[in-house]
C-alpha cells in the first residue's frame, strides 16, 4: 500500500520542515491508486490559506520505485513549499 511521511498546514499558520538524514541512501516503492495520499511519499503540503515548509533529502541515493514520490503541493490557497535533494 505504501507510507507517507508528510509535514503541512490545514490552516492559516506555517508548515513545518522536513529534513531526512540518511547514510547510504533513501529507498521509497509503492503505489495505491485508489487513495493518493497512501502512495509511498515524503511530502510537505499546504491545505488551507498555510504554506507549506521545506522538504530537504541529504543521502548518497534516492531511489524511487513503483509510483513513490518526493513532493511539494497546495490543495488551497498556501504555496507549496521547496524540495531540496542533496544526493
Keep these: 500500500m505504501g507510507g507517507t511521511i508528510i509535514s503541512g498546514t490545514f490552516g492559516a499558520g506555517e508548515g513545518g520542515n522536513?529534513?531526512?538524514?540518511a547514510d547510504q541512501s533513501v529507498q521509497l516503492s509503492g503505489f495505491n491508486p485508489f487513495v493518493?495520499?497512501?502512495?509511498?511519499?515524503?511530502?510537505?503540503?499546504?491545505?488551507?490559506?498555510?504554506?507549506?515548509?521545506?522538504?530537504t533529502v541529504n543521502t548518497s541515493k534516492v531511489i524511487l520505485q513503483n509510483g513513490s514520490n518526493i513532493n511539494s503541493y497546495t490543495l488551497g490557497n498556501g504555496n507549496a513549499g521547496s524540495v531540496v535533494v542533496n544526493a
Design 36 to 55: 493518493p495520499l497512501a502512495s509511498t511519499q515524503l511530502a510537505v503540503g499546504a491545505f488551507s490559506t498555510g504554506n507549506a515548509g521545506t522538504l
Design 18 to 21: 522536513l529534513t531526512i538524514n
